[in-house]
């Protein structure tokens, strides 16, 4: 196990966490429970390490943590809404690179494909020219299997970063890591880690702003990128259930009693559709076919 994985698990407030990464069966690694937990524990929480607004809430959400703006007040910068002056603080790295550049030729790129991923790529290298990780940060996460459409894809938006990076001036700060296999590294391990973060209601006001969201279909904040989270495999019928209440901090909750040493699964898309969609799903967007045991009987 990683040094920052061992990190991760034993720094917790109260104590390590009861749960451990490690090898499974037949789905790589994943997270075990290393006592029984009892149903609706709360198992850990998790910062995003990389997060991006969805296109459509852009200024209605903090441009950092997420948080949906609430109806009067909050701090603006540059057009893009900052819920409290940590958040600012927080953002001001990568937000002063982004704010430098013109990004309207990936903007138009991307909402003519319904493209969101390389957003977070923009994020993340705007973070790593400022300072804030290291290129190699998302390293440890498993990457997609690509196909020769989906990298020539990829290739097209390199080129339009690359530019937009370039007429910003950029370059110095882009020779040390920016390079297509960087991008194209970092993107496929996007596409199998990165959750679609839908918030929990927790006040009126926010319950009445994401009936409005789900009415105008677009009920996710954003997208984000966890470590610890990235660890737990899928299962049709989880076990464990992620969860978002005012932000893009996850917490982890078993969903019934768990004994020691069992694995701990989640459902990575809607539980409710039916085997034939979920098993389409998991194979286009994730790469494997699903043997969970809702998928075994047909249900
Ligand atoms: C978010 S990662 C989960 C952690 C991953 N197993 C690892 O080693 O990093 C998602 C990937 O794990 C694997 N996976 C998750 N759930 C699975 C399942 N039920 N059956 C087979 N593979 C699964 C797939 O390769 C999937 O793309």
């Not at 749960?19 to 429970?33: H, K, N, Q």
């Not at 080129?159 to 890591?177: H, M, N, P, V, Y």
């Not at 009936?211 to 984000?224: K, L, P, T």
């Not at 989880?238 to 982890?252: C, G, R, S």
Request: proline share 3%; glycine share 8%; charged share 25%.
């Amino acid at each position: 196990m990683s040094l920052l994985l061992r990190r991760l698990l034993s720094t917790a407030a109260h104590g390590p966490l009861p749960i451990r990464v490690a090898f499974t069966d037949s789905a790589g690694r994943g997270v075990f429970a290393t006592r029984p937990i009892a149903a609706g524990e709360a198992l850990h929480s998790a910062q995003p390490l990389l997060s991006h607004p969805s296109r459509a809430l852009l200024h209605e959400v903090c441009y950092s943590c997420l948080r949906r703006k609430p109806g009067k007040g909050g701090h603006s910068s540059g057009g893009c809404y900052f819920c409290s002056d940590a958040c600012r603080e927080h953002a001001k790295g990568f937000h002063g690179i982004e704010k430098n550049s013109d990004w309207s030729l990936l903007d138009d790129h991307c909402s003519l494909r319904g493209l969101k991923y390389p957003y977070m790529v923009k994020r993340l290298a705007c973070m790593v020219i400022s300072g804030a990780v290291g290129a190699d940060c998302l390293d440890i996460l498993q990457p997609a299997r690509l196909h020769q459409g989906m990298i020539s894809e990829m290739e097209e938006e390199f080129e339009l970063l690359d530019s937009t990076f370039r007429k910003a001036g950029f370059q110095e700060e882009l020779a040390a890591f920016f390079t297509k296999q960087w991008y194209i590294n970092v993107l496929a391990r996007i596409r199998v880690n990165a959750f679609r973060i839908e918030l929990v209601a927790s006040s009126y006001e926010d319950l009445l702003s994401s009936a409005i969201a789900s009415v105008s279909c677009d009920a996710s904040v954003g997208n984000a990128v966890y470590m610890l989270p990235s660890f737990y495999n899928h299962d049709c019928d989880p076990n464990t259930h992620i969860v978002w209440m005012q932000n893009a901090d996850a917490k982890l909750k078993t969903l019934r009693d768990i004994d020691e040493g069992e694995e701990l699964r989640i459902c990575y898309i809607d539980a409710s559709m039916d085997v034939n969609a979920r098993q389409k799903i998991l194979a286009e967007g994730f790469g494997f076919e699903c043997r969970c045991l809702r998928c075994l009987s047909g249900d």
